[in-house]
């Protein structure tokens, strides 16, 4: 005991027991902290181990040695088995290190090692894009459409007329037959003989790397004018010229020119109405890969009933549609106004969607007369009109609605 009264005497001239009271007497929450600590530390003193250390230490510092606390093996304290380590250490205690398996993030070189063990090889993933055109075209293949080509064009050395071209497009290109019309115009033209020879439509075929092509690729190339990259109402016009001088079901129309030429005219529109979403008029491959114009067509060569084919070609369909356009169109002139347009379907519609629709808010108008709707908007319109469901006619209604 009688060191404590030493050590006592020492550690408050070396600043140990104030500071530690100031730290935390110095809180506004803890008022009697200080006491509580006096009275911990008096009893920790009173130990007889604690006595010796603390006997131990004033002779170190008597004599100028280091002073070195107790290690964890010799002395531990009741109160605190750290304080001594955290008083005198000379470096802070890391934190325990965890266990990690050998797939640890901390461990990437391990993981790799040990995770590429057990993953089987990645497979070559096959190349499905090429800048400078379609895919590289196999032997097989290549050899199977020259035996085509040949078979079809050494009988006739001299070139091949419009109706023995149509067995190229029907077995070579698989392709309806009915394109075999506007393609041959396209391929004899400047030429006085009206025969493709088997070198022109070879060079015509390959250099649009369309051996391997799929059929709406085909498509879009017979139709596509050179230089263009998309198609208009123009790019249309020969092959419904075909459709009305060759198929049968329209043989009634031979007569009627006025006819003929509407009959074309809204099969176009009913074309880009459905295909060309952007409305732009100008198609492109995208929406015409995504269509289903080359089945309507593939239908349009089985059907001899042209109204047995819906799907754009349908002679009752562009009948109902020009037939109810020239009941509105009161003064024919061949537009309807806002009072020609509110007699539809008894005056079904109300003023407010009539005001929309000549405010061009569903579509510009291409009539080109303010305050007048053509044709061609009229078809838009009584297309969106009698089936609501289609995405046009869902976005057409939707912009009548919609506020500015």
């Known amino acids: 005991m009688d060191a404590g009264p030493a050590a006592l005497e020492l550690s408050q001239s070396q600043g140990q027991g104030p500071a530690v009271g100031k730290g935390v007497d110095s809180h506004p929450m803890y008022p009697c902290a200080k006491l509580k600590l006096d009275q911990l530390f008096l009893q920790w003193l009173s130990l007889p181990d604690s006595q010796q250390l603390v006997s131990n230490l004033v002779e170190d510092a008597k004599q100028g040695k280091a002073l070195k606390g107790p290690s964890s093996s010799s002395f531990t304290t009741p109160l605190s088995p750290t304080t001594a380590h955290a008083i005198f250490a000379s470096t802070p205690p890391l934190s325990p290190q965890k266990c990690r398996s050998p797939c640890s993030p901390v ?5 790799q090692s040990s995770s590429s063990a057990l993953r089987p090889p990645l497979a070559r993933i096959p190349q499905f894009y090429f800048p400078g055109g379609g895919a590289p075209v196999s032997e097989d293949v290549r050899g199977l459409f020259t035996a085509r080509v040949n ?65 709406t690729r085909r498509l879009w190339e017979v139709l596509r004018p050179d230089g263009k990259h998309h198609l208009t109402y123009a790019d249309f016009r020969p092959l419904l010229q ?19 030429a509407r009959y074309a005219e809204t099969v176009i529109y009913r074309i880009f109405y459905t295909i060309n979403r952007s409305g732009s008029g100008r198609m492109s491959y995208r929406e015409l890969r995504r269509s289903d114009l080359l089945d309507a067509l593939f239908a349009l060569e089985r059907e001899e009933d042209i109204n047995r084919v819906p799907r754009y070609f349908s002679y009752e369909h562009f009948y109902v549609v020009y037939c109810k356009f020239w009941e509105l169109d009161s003064d ?73």
């Open 242 to 260: 075909a459709v009305l001088q060759y198929h049968p079901g329209l043989e009634f129309l031979a007569d009627t020119p006025e006819f003929q």
């Open 107 to 111: 461990s990437p070189v391990r993981r």
């Open 332 to 404: 024919h002139d061949f537009s309807l106004d806002r009072n020609d347009l509110a007699h539809y379907a008894n005056c079904a519609l109300t003023y407010q969607i009539v005001e929309r629709i000549f405010e061009e808010a569903p579509r510009k108008f291409s009539s080109g007369v303010p305050g007048k709707m053509g044709y061609e908007d009229f078809v838009w319109f009584i297309l969106s009109e009698e089936d609501k469901t289609t995405d046009t006619a869902m976005e057409y209604w939707f912009r009548c609605d919609a506020a500015n």
């Open 151 to 215: 078979a079809l064009f050494d009988p006739h050395p001299q070139g091949l007329n419009l109706e023995q071209f149509s067995s190229v497009v029907q077995e070579v290109c698989q392709l309806p037959t009915i394109l075999a019309h506007p393609w041959f115009e396209r391929l004899v033209a400047g030429s006085s003989e009206r025969l493709v020879g088997k070198a022109a439509f070879v060079e015509w075929w390959s250099s649009r790397q369309l051996v391997a092509a799929p059929a």
